[in-house]
């Protein structure tokens, strides 16, 4: 449980960096809200792509052996941040963060099954409930150093006609904190490498024999449901700083931490309540409901109300992803490899819908943006009432 304590932490760490990442690019770049969400588009679409190679790959070479490779693209990735910021290069930005993505897939892949077969499953949204305790912790802690390193003396420059040096000096601010996270993910390979981390294996007899995985309907509603979860997740962490910045607010790039704070809470909810005061579908429920209630309260008052309502997002978002796993993977047997990889692919939300969120941004404004929300959080309570009870198609 330590090493893959570890492993979540250096999940959150890259991650909700991104909702830093954002804003501050926009302004050194010149970018619109909805050029800015590429960020999100570039790192978040790796999922799709990678997740079921590297399913293969975990299935051939093992769960251990897949976390090392992941680390090493993810030190790639963070190595390409280098000449990104040497040259203030947008592509070359996005090519780093499709890269970090990449590595995180293979890593995501492996260790959430992890997690839900260290123990009963009815406690399993519990477990993943201290990981991400442990994941949104990173997320809070990796703004306020992104702010506190880059982002410090931001009101020395006139952020509003930056000229070409001032651009050029805060990119290069980028080139040590990354190469230092390459370091680290480096030394997290021989870390795994040595470390007495077992493989994990699943009975090769599913409930019904079924012989593809698209034959489970859970897995595949389950994965639409992380759909929508990781978009809404991923607007409420990474957009909280251009609602900021557009509300006029200062030290922005750290508003990330709110809404990570908020998903701890939750975190430390579900510890204490799932499986001994409510089930995991009813986390669920009461999440998806929570959720429509906080957007209302986005949509419906103005300010640093408005801005307070973004961020409880996260006290909602908190428990979707711990519960959603535990409900898919049930059953699934030998084919639980490739149904994480199939709810992996699921992180494709988290590059669509902010896309969506920015486009609405720009015809209309940041906060009516957040309508999209809606979206989300109605197919979650369908799947939460009923979707992960179906068995057949």
């Known amino acids: ?28 770049l010149d970018l619109s809200d909805f ?23 975990l299935n051939r070479y093992g769960y251990k052996n897949g976390m090392m490779l992941g680390l090493f693209i993810m030190s790639i990735g963070s190595l390409l941040f280098i000449p990104a910021a040497q040259f203030a290069t947008y592509p070359l930005f996005l090519l780093a963060l499709f890269m970090l993505g990449s590595g995180l897939t293979i ?63 805060l990119a290069s601010r980028l080139r040590t904190p990354y190469l230092i996270m390459a370091m680290t993910l480096f030394g997290l390979i021989i870390f795994v490498k040595y470390s007495n981390l077992q493989e994990i294996s699943f009975e090769d007899n599913t409930y019904d024999a079924k012989t593809n995985v ?9 994965a639409i449901a992380l759909f929508f979860y990781v978009g809404i997740e991923v607007i409420a962490g990474d957009t909280i700083g251009l609602y900021g910045s557009a509300l006029g607010l200062q030290n922005y790039t750290m508003f990330t931490s709110i809404t990570m704070t908020f998903m701890v809470i939750g975190y430390g909810l579900g510890i204490f309540l799932i499986s001994k005061y409510i089930s995991q579908e009813k986390a669920l429920i009461f999440s998806a409901v929570f959720g429509m209630i906080f957007l209302l309260g986005v949509l419906s008052t103005s300010g640093l109300v408005s801005l307070f309502f973004v961020a409880s997002l996260g006290l909602s978002n908190a428990l979707i992803w711990p519960t959603i796993w535990p409900l898919a993977l049930d059953g699934l047997g030998k084919h639980t490899a490739q149904g994480s990889a199939l ?20 015809i209309t404004s940041i906060q009516n943006a957040y309508v999209v929300g809606f979206i989300s959080y109605g197919f979650i309570l369908y799947y939460a009432l009923s979707g992960h009870r179906k068995k057949t198609w």
């Open 35 to 57: 050029q800015a969400l590429f960020v999100t588009f570039a790192f978040y679409i790796s999922y799709t792509v990678m997740a079921l190679p590297m399913s293969y790959l």
């Open 107 to 169: 890593l995501q892949t492996a260790s959430n099954p992890y997690v839900v077969a260290l123990g009963p499953k009815e406690s399993a949204a519990k477990r993943i409930s201290i990981m991400g305790i442990i994941n949104k912790t990173a997320g809070v802690i990796v703004p306020l150093v992104f702010t506190a390193l880059i982002f410090s003396d931001i009101n020395s420059f006139d952020t509003s006609a930056l000229s070409l040096l001032d651009k050029e000096t």
């Open 343 to 362: 709810l992996i692919m699921g992180i494709a939300g988290g590059a669509i819908l902010p896309l969506l969120f920015g486009k609405i941004a720009d």
């Open 1 to 28: 449980m330590i090493i893959i304590g570890i492993l979540f932490f250096i999940f959150g760490f890259v991650t909700w960096l991104n909702g830093s990442l954002i804003p501050f690019l926009k302004l050194i």
């Open 214 to 222: 698209l034959a489970y309907p859970q897995i595949i509603l389950g």
